[in-house]
């Protein structure tokens, strides 16, 4: 962000959904001063982060983003049980982890549904996707949780290197030493040319891991 702003550039970050419209937003000091944060919540709309039993986190720990307000949306069309599932007491309960600083800027971490729990560990894949992606080698990298009789979940790894690359699957674990805690490293790398994505670009994880199972 400083170097954008460097080159002239003022940058805002914001976040919202199709549910909820913006509900957090960041100024151009705050991209600067707070890199990585989501900003604070719209003046029009409630917004906290809660555990699984629904309790306000406090600074600092993983929880789920919730909204309340004028910017949520009234239902899903035709469909009460997903609504019922996405709005409870009240609240739209987005799916997005993240957690809030001292200064009550927030910082995204992940997909609930991505999330896994590896050893008694929550796990987050877009960290390791992150730690990954800053290979030379590799292209797109996509983490996912699947079950292990040991650990409960443990981390696979799809790759796409990038082309013309002599990637092996040790050279990808091996990349996270010094830069993950162990217990995320990922157990097993597969490597691919491409994943089923979304109209938007975005990885359908839900797929890659049935096509795994599937064989």
């Known amino acids: 962000m400083v170097r954008f702003k460097d080159a002239g550039f003022s940058l805002r970050q914001i976040m919202g959904q199709t549910?909820?419209?913006?509900l957090l937003w960041a100024s151009e000091e705050d991209a600067v001063c707070?890199?990585?944060s989501l900003g604070r919540p719209v003046f029009h709309a409630e917004v906290r982060i809660?555990?699984?039993?629904?309790?306000?986190?406090?600074?600092g720990q993983v929880g789920e983003i919730i909204v309340?307000?004028?910017?949520?949306?009234?239902?899903?069309?035709?469909d009460p049980v997903k609504t019922e599932k996405t709005i409870r007491g009240g609240w739209l309960h987005?799916?997005?982890l993240a957690r809030m600083d001292e200064d009550g800027y927030f910082y995204l971490i992940d997909r609930a549904r991505d999330m896994y729990i590896s050893g008694g560990e929550n796990v987050y894949p877009a960290e390791i996707e992150r730690v990954l992606r800053a290979h030379p080698a590799i292209e797109d990298i996509a983490v996912v949780g699947l079950p292990d009789e040991t650990?409960?979940?443990?981390?696979?790894a799809f790759?796409?290197?990038?082309?013309?690359?002599?990637?092996?699957?040790t050279e990808v674990i091996n990349f996270c030493d010094g830069r993950l805690a162990r217990y995320k490293w990922p157990r097993r790398v597969f490597f691919s040319k491409d994943?089923?994505?979304?109209?938007?670009?975005?990885?359908?994880?839900t797929v890659l891991k049935q096509d795994y199972i599937n064989g």
């Open 19 to 22: 549910e909820t419209s913006i």
């Open 34 to 36: 707070k890199p990585g």
């Open 50 to 59: 809660v555990d699984r039993q629904g309790r306000p986190c406090k600074p």
């Open 68 to 78: 309340r307000g004028s910017i949520m949306m009234t239902e899903y069309w035709q």
């Open 94 to 96: 987005t799916g997005d």
């Open 151 to 156: 650990w409960g979940e443990v981390g696979y």
């Open 159 to 169: 790759v796409i290197p990038k082309s013309g690359a002599d990637l092996t699957a």
């Open 195 to 205: 994943f089923p994505r979304t109209a938007l670009g975005k990885v359908r994880k």
